[in-house]
């Protein structure tokens, strides 16, 4: 890989990981497209950081709260009620999933999964369910309102993710507004859940990256990194001010266009799975 096609892989990681898209089928696709090959599973968790990154920057007061409030509750019974000790509580409960399971199906993750049949059809699949939970979800809950069940829920939902096309944000956000929560407030705790996740597979994955089982060394994925970062920073801002008005439906439809995209150019032998 040169530092090309690692900002041009940067720019696609960081326009698409908050966007209810699936950043790794975007990942997927697009480098065989253009003839690049499949960046891969390592290639594609470490530069997921860089993404990370930008959450914790743009959320880091919310994110210092609830941490802060969260470990005084462990000596502090008083905390214990509190929305920020509770919101520690189900972020650590609602990543499990997506843990465990991103363990036991590693092998399956860094082959089986990446095959771009499988990737379109995802695409599509849950394109249409995020636009029936949202398009049938209430309003009336927000981040005061979420419970154990509905943070368990989230978490399972985000752990379907491990397959490239789901998309972490758009499989939480789904399972939110199914259960009822605002669009804002579905999106607002996506990205606090998948930080634990995201992070910690990017770490699991660093020793990939010199050697291993990674084509690709440091030095364009450093760079892809750092690209990720900066769009996806701009990106978060973006995507929070436009949910707050308007509804879920373009990303569902540019979901089912790129998915049946996929599938054509599959069958007519333009992509290889």
Same mark, same amino acid.
């Given at each position: 890989?040169?530092?090309?096609?690692?900002?041009?892989?940067?720019?696609?990681?960081?326009?698409?990981?908050?966007?209810?898209?699936?950043?790794?089928?975007?990942?997927?696709?697009?480098?065989?497209?253009?003839?690049?090959?499949?960046?891969?599973?390592?290639?594609?968790?470490?530069?997921?950081?860089?993404?990370?990154?930008?959450?914790?920057?743009?959320?880091?007061?919310?994110?210092? +709260?609830?941490?802060?409030?969260?470990?005084?509750?462990?000596?502090?019974?008083?905390?214990?009620?509190?929305?920020?000790?509770?919101?520690?509580?189900?972020?650590?409960?609602?990543?499990?999933?997506?843990?465990?399971?991103?363990?036991?199906?590693?092998?399956?993750?860094?082959?089986?999964?990446?095959?771009?049949?499988?990737?379109?059809?995802?695409?599509?699949?849950?394109?249409?369910?995020?636009?029936?939970?949202?398009?049938?979800?209430?309003?009336?809950?927000?981040?005061?309102?979420?419970?154990?069940?509905?943070?368990?829920?989230?978490?399972?939902?985000?752990?379907?993710?491990?397959?490239?096309?789901?998309?972490?944000?758009?499989?939480?956000?789904?399972?939110?507004?199914?259960?009822?929560?605002?669009?804002?407030?579905?999106?607002?705790?996506?990205?606090?859940?998948?930080?634990?996740?995201?992070?910690?597979?990017?770490?699991?994955?660093?020793?990939?990256?010199?050697?291993?089982?990674?084509?690709?060394?440091?030095?364009?994925?450093?760079?892809?990194?750092?690209?990720?970062?900066?769009?996806?920073?701009?990106?978060?801002?973006?995507?929070? +001010?436009?949910?707050?008005?308007?509804?879920?439906?373009?990303?569902?439809?540019?979901?089912?266009?790129?998915?049946?995209?996929?599938?054509?150019?599959?069958?007519?032998?333009?992509?290889?799975?």
């Amino acid at each position: 890989m040169n530092f090309l096609e690692a900002v041009v892989l940067g720019i696609i990681q960081g326009l698409t990981e908050f966007l209810p898209i699936s950043s790794s089928a975007h990942l997927r696709i697009f480098p065989e497209l253009f003839g690049w090959g499949d960046p891969g599973a390592a290639f594609t968790a470490v530069i997921q950081i860089g993404t990370e990154v930008a959450v914790l920057l743009y959320f880091w007061k919310d994110i210092w +709260r609830i941490g802060t409030t969260w470990l005084r509750s462990l000596v502090t019974p008083e905390l214990r009620g509190t929305l920020d000790a509770r919101m520690g509580w189900f972020i650590i409960i609602g990543s499990l999933p997506i843990v465990v399971l991103g363990v036991l199906l590693k092998d399956l993750i860094e082959k089986d999964f990446r095959n771009l049949w499988i990737i379109g059809t995802t695409l599509i699949v849950l394109g249409i369910v995020l636009g029936i939970a949202d398009r049938l979800g209430g309003t009336s809950k927000t981040l005061k309102h979420l419970s154990l069940r509905d943070a368990i829920l989230m978490g399972a939902a985000q752990a379907m993710a491990l397959i490239p096309g789901v998309s972490r944000s758009g499989a939480t956000i789904s399972m939110g507004r199914a259960l009822g929560y605002e669009r804002e407030t579905a999106t607002r705790y996506a990205f606090l859940l998948a930080i634990p996740a995201v992070i910690g597979a990017g770490l699991f994955e660093l020793k990939e990256i010199p050697g291993g089982h990674n084509d690709y060394g440091w030095g364009p994925t450093i760079v892809a990194t750092l690209v990720s970062f900066a769009v996806g920073y701009a990106a978060i801002a973006w995507l929070l +001010r436009y949910v707050a008005t308007k509804s879920y439906t373009p990303f569902v439809l540019y979901r089912v266009a790129l998915g049946s995209a996929t599938l054509i150019l599959l069958a007519a032998g333009v992509l290889s799975a």
